[in-house]
Each structure stands twice: as C-alpha cells, then as structure tokens.
C-alpha cells in the first residue's frame, strides 16, 4: 500500500462532515399518503420537493431503507452536469433528432438547480465554474478534435497546463457553463430541509420489501409496517429490487474514489486551478477531479468495477487494489504533490445502464414510475427524471414525456452468467483500446453498432 494512503480513512469525505440530520424514525404499523417516493437520495427527494412545489396539498411520504444520502447521493464527485445524455456525443449518437431539445432541458434544468439551492437557501457550495476535459494523449486530441462542438473552442497544451497544470496533459475543452461543483452530502440535506418544510414526511432505515395492488393504489411493505399510497415513484438506483423488469435494464457498478489533506498556498499554486472547474480526462478508463471548499483534491474514477452475479455487498466499498492504483495515477498526473497525502479512501454503487443515460417507465397500470440508469452523472439529471415520474404519474403527455429517450428503453443486458462474461470482456477491451492509442476491437465495435455498452 502507498505510503500516502497509509492512514486514509475507509469512508466517504462527505458524509463524515458534521451537519448530517438526524435519521427520521422508521416505518412502525400502517400508514397512508398520496404518493409515496421510495429512496431518499437525489432522485427520491427532488421528487418530494416538487411534488409538493406542484401541489402543496398533497401528501407525500419518502421512505428509505437507510438514512438520506447514505448511498450514490452522498459517495460522488460533486460534478452537477447540465447533461442528461452522459455527455453531448453519447446523447447526439443515440438521439440525434432530439439533440438540440436535450441539451436546452438539460442547461434549463442546471439553471432551475441552482435557483432552488438559493430559494431554499441549500448551503452546499453550488459553484458554476464548469469542466475542463483534458487529453493526456494525441488520440483523445483528435477525438475532442473531430467531436467539437460549436460554441467550444480547443485548447492546446500551453493554455490547458495554464488552468491546471500537468505535465501529463496535451490539450483539452472547457466547458464553461454546463457544470457546476457541489458538496454532494449537503446538497442532499438541504433538500431534504427543503422537503420537509413543505410538510414531506420520511421514514428512515425501512427498506421496502416488496409492494403490491391494494385497492385503486399500492401497498408497499417493510419490516415492520405497510404504507397505503395511491402513486408511488421509484427512485432506488442499482438497488432497486421492487420491480423484476428493472434488473434487465440496471447493472450495479463500483466506482472508487480517494480525498487528499487540504492543499497548502504553495501546494494550490503549484498546479494553477484558479478557476476551480471540475476535471476530467478523455480515457475509456477515465479519472474525475475536482477542489473541495477546503482545497483537497478529490480523486475518482478509472477502475468501474462489476462483481460478477451483480452482488451488491458492503465489503465491496473498499478495494486496495484500485485505491492503490489511483494514487499511483494521480502523482504521475501531479508529481509537483509528491508527499501529499490521502484522509479518505471510499467506494460506492451506481446504476449503469447501456445507453449510459437514464431511462423511465411505468408499471401496476401507471401507478408506479420509475427511473434509473443515470451512470454516475445523476446529481443534476435526476431533477430531470423526477420531473418526468411526476409527469408519468399523472398520464398526461408533456414536453419531456413526448421525448424518445423518455419514450425507448435501452438494449438489456443479458441474463447471469452471460452477462458477468459480456461486462468483463467489454472491461479488458475497454483497457485494451486505451493501452493502443484508442483503437476498438472486434468486440467493442460489434457492441457499438447494436447500442450495447458499459460505463461509469
């Protein structure tokens, strides 16, 4: 183990901070509500907040297996992405028609997040200063090169080392606006402040087993209670087991993440970085990178890791392995911090999909909606997706619920033990075309022409 990770704590960052609400009490006997929204992290609690922003008499009960925050929500990077796509070129690949509208939602979507964190006074460092992509190789260049945008401009290695300064980087794309960084725990308890001085009700370390039809609603069943409710919204992202269609669609995958000390004045200044952006590089096997309020150097990504049989289990939150070679890759990308060291080191679970980007449906006659598959960048989209469930939920046809990437599915994974096979060789041929200046095999073409992938 790394001398720098010797003493890292084996925990997320952001939930060791102090300020965490204090867990609502569980499910005990029976209860009723309007609708009821089962997951507390992102996509459960915006939409609580706006289903009461909708129509404030209604009644509406979030319950969560664990405490608000506790899984993806509050274990990610903090990059609140404009995009609902998993990026321009995967959303302009798979719905070319609908493109434009897309990304017009997504930056209104962004723009409604930030106005929400300033209503409700959401302490959480919502900061728009964007994010920089980075090319540490010629062949990610001319990939950004022959996918930019207009609007964008490309830098080359003398103007990205002059924003953040690596002497791994050979050129890269800001952009400007499209991203802002958030302090991920606080941005979930301020909504959850948010939602409960709405009249939102939660209870908390009641996972639902299992829910069923009851009368013109739907019953949903925990450990030691039920709650009658006439609609009910899906926000459980890989560890959603309440509906069997789900898990042909939803693959759960690890992605790891270190946090370092705080940076010293001279540390700062010896990478740059006055513009704060968050960062991230052009590889198949990507790292993400970003400041904190405090100046550490968060640290994530490259080794998305799927255990074979889709097992979700604690044990996997940590992985010396990869925390061992993610320090390794970020003092080759900043030997300038050679010495610095790491406080935290954590693992989580994500939804991934095929199509990268979330999906939505219906089920129990329209009585449920769901979302899923948000693929690591949920913080901002699923403000979309909850828009959409609440959309779903009231039969009506709207903007979002014409859209074809609300309207399709994505390509399934297929069943154990195929799939572990499928999702392994994808990995090695994903670590493959990097090691060889971005060239696809044989396997990853044939994946890409029939829609099918595999990503953090």
């Known amino acids: 183990m790394p001398s720098a990770l010797k003493d890292a704590l084996t925990e997320p960052f952001w939930l060791t901070q102090a300020g965490a609400p204090a867990p ?119 990939g950004m090169r022959a996918e930019l945008r207009p609007g964008f401009g490309l830098l080359d290695r003398e103007q990205v080392r002059a924003e953040v300064d690596s002497p791994t980087y050979v050129g890269g794309v800001w952009d400007r606006d499209g991203c802002a960084m958030i ?27 299992r829910i069923t039809r009851h009368g013109a609603g739907m019953r949903l069943h925990t450990w ?16 959603g087991r309440l509906l069997r269609r789900l898990g042909h669609f939803v693959v759960p995958v690890y992605d790891y993440a270190l946090m370092t000390e705080p940076l010293s004045p001279s540390q700062l200044a010896a990478i740059g970085w006055r513009h704060r952006q968050g960062v991230g590089d052009a590889a198949n096997q990507f790292h993400y990178y970003r400041l904190s309020a405090d100046n550490r150097i968060l640290w994530g990504g490259y080794d998305a890791v799927y255990y074979n049989g889709g097992r979700i289990d604690p044990s ?101 033990p195929v799939r572990s096979g499928v999702i392994q060789l994808t990995r090695w041929s994903i670590a493959q075309a990097d090691r060889n200046a971005g060239r696809r095999n044989l396997w990853l073409r044939t994946l890409d022409k029939v829609g099918l992938g595999f990503d953090s």
Not at 80 to 88: N, P, V
Not at 224 to 239: E, F, K, P, Q
């Open 224 to 239: 030691r209670g039920r709650l009658d409710a006439a609609r009910v919204a899906l926000a459980t992202g890989a560890h």
């Open 24 to 142: 609502a009490d569980p499910l005990d006997g029976l209860g009723t509500a309007d609708l009821a929204v089962v997951g507390a992290g992102y996509s459960g609690l915006w939409t609580a907040l706006m289903a009461k922003e909708r129509d404030p008499g209604r009644d509406v009960v979030v319950i969560e297996a664990g405490t608000a925050g506790w899984a993806a929500s509050g274990r990610n990077g903090g990059f609140c992405s404009a995009s609902l796509t998993h990026g321009y070129a995967n959303g302009a690949g798979r719905f070319p028609d609908e493109i434009d509208e897309l990304e017009k939602l997504g930056r209104q979507n962004l723009d409604e997040i930030e106005a929400t964190v300033a209503r409700y006074g959401i302490d959480c460092d919502f900061s728009r200063t964007g994010e920089l992509s980075v090319a540490t190789e010629d062949w990610q260049l001319a």
């Open 183 to 209: 302090d991920p725990a606080r941005l979930v308890w301020g909504l959850r402040a948010a939602c409960l001085s709405l009249g939102v009700r939660f209870y908390e370390q009641s996972p639902v087993d």
């Open 316 to 416: 996997h939150d940590q992985r010396e392995a990869t925390f061992a070679l993610l320090a390794e890759h970020f003092f080759t990308t900043f030997p300038q911090l050679e010495g610095l060291r790491f406080t935290h080191k954590w693992g989580g679970v994500i939804d991934t999909c095929s199509r990268f980007s979330s999906f939505f449906g219906t089920a129990h006659g329209g009585r449920v909606a769901y979302a899923a598959g948000y693929t690591g960048l949920g913080v901002g989209a699923t403000r979309f997706g909850a828009n959409v469930m609440l959309d779903l939920l009231t039969g009506e046809r709207t903007e979002r619920t014409s859209l074809k990437m609300v309207r399709s599915k994505p390509v399934p994974f297929p069943p154990e």
